[in-house]
């Protein structure tokens, strides 16, 4: 069974700096690539970030971009966001993702049950 | 590309049909189109992905179809499970999501 356990959710003033973890199992880690989404309470769906099965290649959403960081370690099965220069409408629940691959490569075919992140002084 | 989904509120009883729709702003090339279903507190699960390939485990009440720029998710008929809220989410580059349609009980 597929599980993905979102850690590091967490009050934090504006300007500040956070690293969120998710932690995998149940699958094959470092043969897919791995995505985070975010959702402000209430509101829809947003794309943050996106990394390759190796961590070579990190893509961004043009909100956080030069903000945030997406790292794995494949030894340990993890994943992370770094985020820094935290502002307020960077509040949201945080989820991390499981990439389909193949033909489906960007769609999230599971997800964590997500951490929250609020930004506030 | 935007995607917009309407309507944003569907009011239906257990038992009738479900026909939600996503539209792109521009084409949509090889079918990089996918469906998720949120329920409440709960996180998002795949449902439908390539347009009209439904996730394991979805049950064939679910399917999708369409192409170009207008996409269609129909729920044959509803199970109270099924109130939840549905995106849509476009992959042809960066994932893009919908805003959402909410099924709600009416």
């Known amino acids: 069974e597929v599980q993905l356990v979102e850690s590091g959710g967490v009050v934090v003033q504006p300007g500040g700096s956070l690293r969120l973890s998710c932690a995998a199992s149940?699958?094959?880690?470092?043969?897919?690539?791995m995505h985070w989404v975010r959702q402000a309470p209430g509101k829809g769906l947003e794309w943050v970030s996106l990394i390759s099965w190796d961590g070579d290649s990190t893509y961004y959403a043009d909100s956080v971009k030069g903000r945030f960081t997406t790292s794995r370690d494949n030894r340990k099965n993890s994943l992370y966001l770094q985020m820094d220069s935290l502002r307020t409408e960077d509040s949201a629940f945080y989820y991390c993702?499981?990439?389909?691959?193949?033909?489906?490569?960007?769609?999230?075919?599971?997800w964590g049950q997500g951490t929250l992140v609020t930004v506030s002084s | 590309i935007v995607l917009t989904q309407s309507p944003g509120t569907l009011s239906l009883s257990p038992g009738e049909r479900a026909t939600l729709s996503c539209r792109a702003s521009?084409?949509?090339?090889?079918?990089?189109l996918a469906w998720y279903q949120q329920r409440p507190g709960q996180a998002p699960t795949l449902l439908i992905s390539?347009?009209?390939s439904r996730a394991t485990g979805i049950p064939d009440r679910f399917s999708g179809s369409g192409s170009g720029t207008d996409f269609t998710l129909t729920i044959s008929r509803l199970e109270p499970e099924d109130f939840a809220v549905y995106y849509c989410q476009l992959y042809d580059s960066s994932p893009l999501f919908g805003p959402g349609t909410k099924v709600d009980v009416k």
């Open positions: 993702g499981k990439d389909k691959g193949g033909h489906d490569y960007r769609v999230l075919e599971y």
């Open positions: 149940g699958f094959t880690f470092d043969d897919y690539a």
């Open positions: 521009q084409s949509v090339s090889s079918s990089y």
């Open positions: 390539a347009v009209s």
